[in-house]
């Protein structure tokens, strides 16, 4: 499964690694994903998503979490 949230659509990013000799190596970060169950008040069923650690915040701060 790819590390890419489900909301914001946050995914791997690329960039060169520079050493003191400024050489450049190619390195990844990834984002800081979690799985969450959020329930839909509608119908009742729980969804299973996979978010960003920065989007976790916002739902926890608008009360969905």
Excluded: Q
């Amino acid at each position: 499964m790819s590390r890419i949230c489900e909301i914001t659509g946050k995914r791997t990013s690329v960039w060169n690694k520079r050493s003191h000799s400024m050489r450049a190596t190619r390195r990844k970060f990834y984002p800081n994903l979690f799985y969450k169950n959020i329930k839909d008040p509608e119908t009742g069923l729980v969804y299973r998503i996979r978010v960003s650690a920065k989007w976790l915040r916002t739902l926890r701060k608008n009360g969905i979490v």
